[in-house]
Nanobody, 117 residues
Framework: QVQLVESGGGLVQAGGSLRLSCAASGDTTCISAMDWYRQAPGEERELVAGITSGGSTYYTLAAKGRVTISRDNAKNTVFLQIDSLKPEDTAVYYC???????????WGQGTQVTVSS
């Protein structure tokens, strides 16, 4: 099993920045990639960015330019830097691990990001 714990959310003014963290523990060899998703009230959960175990990154079109995903392999931690925050970035941000081979995917509990105008 893999356990994921997100942190770093909070209340921030528009134009500000946040750095979210996702610490993975357990059977981390089962992880092929780590993703960040977000879910705004009344909306479906959507992919924001991801990073593979090899360090390749991918972003959704909406996130590109304001979002940077990175990882610290030694700490099994993935980060999501969000700059120039907008009120529409308000959502619960979730970390997800993509299972390698026959390993399942896992989700963290989420961290709330609220952007005030």
């Amino acid at each position: 099993q893999v356990q994921l714990v997100e942190s770093g959310g909070g209340l921030v003014q528009a134009g500000g920045s946040l750095r979210l963290s996702c610490a993975a523990s357990g059977d981390t060899t089962c992880i092929s990639a780590m993703d960040w998703y977000r879910q705004a009230p009344g909306e479906e959960r959507e992919l924001v960015a991801g990073i593979t175990s090899g360090g390749s990154t991918y972003y959704t079109l909406a996130a590109k330019g304001r979002v940077t995903i990175s990882r610290d392999n030694a700490k099994n931690t993935v980060f999501l830097q969000i700059d120039s925050l907008k009120p529409e970035d308000t959502a619960v941000y979730y970390c997800k691990s993509d299972g390698a081979d026959k390993c399942p995917d896992y989700w963290g509990q989420g961290t709330q990001v609220t952007v005030s105008s």
